[in-house]
């Protein structure tokens, strides 16, 4: 079993800073991808960023130029740094973790961008 803790959410005005963290627990720190999805109030859960476990990125276009995920495989955590943020962004961000074709998922972590 794996269990994911995110962190970091919070309050940030537009063009404000945030860094989200995902912290894996509860089994080996191996995954094929790991990344994180978005819902905005009152929409679905749509991807934002991932990563595979030899390091390649992938970005939805809405956040490419303005987030970074990154791995410290040491601290079996994923990162998520979010710059320029923008009201859009405000919503629930969960971190996900696929292995062996399966996903868990963490609790999410509110996001909240208001001038």
């Known amino acids: 079993q794996v269990q994911l803790v995110e962190s970091g959410g919070g309050l940030a005005q537009p063009g404000g800073s945030l860094r989200l963290s995902c912290a894996a627990s509860?089994?080996?720190?191996?995954?094929?991808?790991m990344g994180w999805y978005h819902q905005a109030p009152g929409k679905q859960r749509d991807p934002v960023a991932s990563?595979?476990?030899?390091?390649?990125?992938a970005y939805a276009d809405s956040v490419k130029g303005r987030f970074t995920i990154s791995s410290d495989n040491a601290k079996n955590t994923v990162y998520l740094q979010m710059n320029s943020l923008k009201p859009e962004d405000t919503g629930v961000f969960y971190c996900?973790?696929?292995?062996?074709?399966?996903?868990?998922w963490g609790q999410g972590t509110q996001v909240t961008v208001f001038s």
């Open positions: 996900y973790l696929v292995r062996s074709f399966q996903y868990y």
């Open positions: 990563i595979t476990n030899s390091g390649y990125t």
């Open positions: 509860g089994s080996a720190f191996t995954y094929d991808t």
